[in-house]
């Protein structure tokens, strides 16, 4: 559910403070899968009673990976590449009649997935006759060093500038080097592919009988993330770890949670300095690692022709009373102001809103983590990597300060402008540790937190609370069982086993259309509640709670003079007479009207000379909107329109009484 984007740091924007994520350039991801197809691979596990057990072959289970993987990305990221390469086949066919990589068959070019490419792989994935026709292994077993030269040429054919290409490797050969040079020219190979600016990531299988040892091989091969690299606020760790069988998670799930990580979209916010004193600064890039996904509508369609057209839309202004298309050049921005419309020249408006200098983190001081209260948190926080772009040696500095404030339990205060014609922020600077997830995948990486503070205009004042009822230590136990039996797994609530139902249902009706399925007849929501389990863990100590509650609520209401004890729900049967005696007697409701007068007061409202008093106080834009809008009512003037409207048609109305 988290998704970072790219703000292009530099460029003017009239936006103060909220940001259209949607607007942000993406990053563009290609991803080529290279899948071995060698007997080993073709393997199914034998066969378990155990539900959890494994049933696909390793083969089969990453080409199920990459279905899903496409699946989901043909939607959330519509610009990016996959491309699935098998290797180890007995036959060799690289598109367009090409044989030059023996061994070698390329079963979905590089390329934006459409939807016949999903077909094609499901139809792939569900018969097994086919399958079986098309992964047919060959008996001398295909070269690693000629796989990452096919990969080589494939990204330098279909996506030469693309910012990210990743090759995602599956295999359970730890040594594939029949001789030393084999091993050299792999190592060779790989060095071209990331001169190139690709990445290998290997996802290694290991067998029941024999565990994949990356010491042997692939070492020298696949190095680390680097940490200037644009992917590594959400790089794992540099040993990939190993995807057992067998182990009571399935083979598929393992390797869908590890390239998921792997293949998550990365979108800088913005890139700007962090000052950490005079003189001395360090590169950082922001993002927005958590953020709520809604429906995105990438273009409009016109469907009047005989064919679907996408639009190209295109703006202009027209004057309200002639029609006539005004220019850019007339325009001018300009503000309410008492009434008036108070116009700005583009160079004045720039110098207003850049009065507070340029974009940058400036650490004012520190102090103590713990000085800073929960309710202070009043908007998301963004997440700050280092970047290596504008100062070299800005990673080595800015992990000490993660450390040190880690070590230290301290957090920074900083000046904070995120953007050129944004809003100063005063922010806390929180250092964050990483977080592995059951399988050993990076889900939160170490860096640092920028928490915005909140300046004495954002705090509410808590009304006056009269409470003669406590609460009691006997309650407060009853309930804190019903609290603990209450308690998410491993006491952690986790956004990702939680998806938008909403949105998950408008994605799986769009992928039904596209792909001429089924729509299916109902959502699946997790998010409701498990009533069930809830009724059986918690039923008993929710009644012991109610009747103490009851009996505390009435001992403390008979203690308490000005307060008297509720009735109970039903009244006691009355006698006919009793009810006609006490019931009283009806009074016809009367309508009565009453036009204001200069000086007269309506009924809960204000006169004129009160308002006029409230006015010259400078007190009016106070007023709450309901107060305005019965004062103009009671006087026959509209009562449409915004706060500002309404103070103006208040003001305009005592100027003409001369108040």
């Not at 500038?161 to 050299?184: E, G, I, M, Q």
């Not at 713990?370 to 908007?379: F, G, Q, Y």
Request: aromatic share 8%; hydrophobic share 35%.
């Amino acid at each position: 559910m988290a998704d970072p984007q790219d703000n292009r740091p530099g460029e003017e924007e009239d936006e103060e403070e909220e940001i259209d994520d949607s607007s942000y350039k993406t990053i563009k991801d290609a991803v080529l899968f290279a899948i071995d197809v060698s007997p080993t691979m073709l393997e199914r596990p034998p066969l378990s009673d155990d539900k959890k057990a494994d049933r696909d072959s390793p083969t089969t289970a990453a080409l199920k990976c990459a279905y899903q993987l496409m699946q989901q990305r043909i939607i959330s990221n519509p610009n990016d590449m996959m491309g699935i390469l098998l290797f180890g086949t007995e036959k060799t066919d690289l598109k367009e009649g090409d044989s030059t990589f023996q061994h070698c068959y390329l079963l979905s070019d590089l390329d934006v997935p459409s939807a016949q490419d999903v077909k094609r792989l499901r139809d792939l994935v569900e018969n097994e006759d086919e399958a079986e026709e098309l992964l047919k292994p060959t008996k001398d077993g295909a070269s690693i060093a000629t796989v990452l030269f096919c990969a080589n040429q494939i990204f330098t054919t279909k996506a030469p500038n693309f910012s990210s290409r990743r090759l995602f490797l599956v295999t359970d050969n730890d040594h594939p080097a029949k001789a030393k040079h084999d091993k050299d020219t792999a190592i060779t190979r790989a060095r071209d592919l990331y001169d190139l600016g690709c990445t290998i990531d290997l996802f290694p299988i290991s067998r029941t009988d024999h565990g994949f040892d990356r010491s042997k091989f692939y070492d020298d091969l696949v190095y680390p993330s680097s940490p200037s690299d644009p992917d590594a606020p959400v790089t794992v760790t540099t040993a990939t770890k190993i995807a057992k069988s067998g182990d009571g998670i399935t083979l598929l799930k393992q390797l869908l949670s590890s390239i998921n990580s792997k293949a998550a979209p990365r979108r800088a916010l913005f890139s700007l300095p962090l000052e950490i004193g005079p003189g001395m600064r360090i590169g950082v890039k922001g993002y927005i690692l958590i953020k709520r996904q809604e429906h995105v509508k990438s273009c409009y369609v016109w469907v009047g022709g005989e064919k679907a057209q996408i639009v190209t839309s295109s703006t202009s202004h027209m004057a309200d009373d002639t029609a006539r298309i005004v220019e850019k050049t007339e325009l001018r921005k300009a503000y309410k102001f008492g009434g008036d419309t108070i116009t700005f020249t583009p160079e004045e408006f720039v110098q207003i809103r850049q009065c507070f200098g340029e974009p940058i983190i400036r650490i004012l001081g520190f102090k103590p983590v713990s000085l800073l209260p929960l309710w202070a948190n009043t908007n998301k926080a963004t997440f700050i990597y280092p970047s290596e772009t504008d100062f070299i040696g800005s990673t080595r500095v800015f992990s000490a300060l993660q450390q040190k404030l880690i070590k230290s339990k301290k957090m920074a205060l900083a000046w904070f402008i995120a953007r050129r014609n944004a809003a100063p922020v005063i922010v806390a600077v929180i250092s964050g540790e990483e977080k592995l997830d059951d399988n050993g995948e990076q889900t939160m990486p170490p860096g640092l937190w920028l928490v915005p503070l909140p300046f004495a205009d954002d705090i509410r004042q808590c009304p006056e609370q009269i409470d003669h009822l406590r609460t009691t230590e006997e309650l407060t136990d009853v309930m804190r069982k019903v609290v603990e039996q209450l308690q998410l797994p491993k006491g952690v609530y986790d956004p990702e086993k939680y998806p938008n139902p909403d949105l998950q249902w408008f994605y799986r009706i769009l992928q039904a259309m596209a792909l001429e399925e089924e729509v299916p007849d109902m959502a699946d929501d997790k998010t409701l509640p498990k009533y069930k389990q809830i009724d059986k863990r918690v039923a008993p100590f929710l009644e012991d709670f109610g009747q103490d509650f009851d009996a505390e609520y009435k001992l403390q209401v008979r203690n308490q003079p000005s307060m008297s004890l509720p009735t109970g729900r039903k009244r006691p049967a009355a006698s006919a007479n009793e009810e006609t005696d006490s019931k009283p007697a009806k009074r016809a409701k009367v309508k009565k009207e009453v036009k204001a007068e200069d000086g007269d007061e309506d009924e809960g409202g204000m006169t004129d000379q009160q308002m006029a008093e409230v006015n010259n106080k400078g007190n009016i834009s106070k007023q709450v909107v309901a107060t305005l809008k019965d004062f103009l009512k009671a006087r026959g003037l509209p009562t449409t329109g915004k706060k500002v409207d309404l103070v103006g048609r208040v003001q305009e109305y005592l100027e003409e009484k001369g108040l």
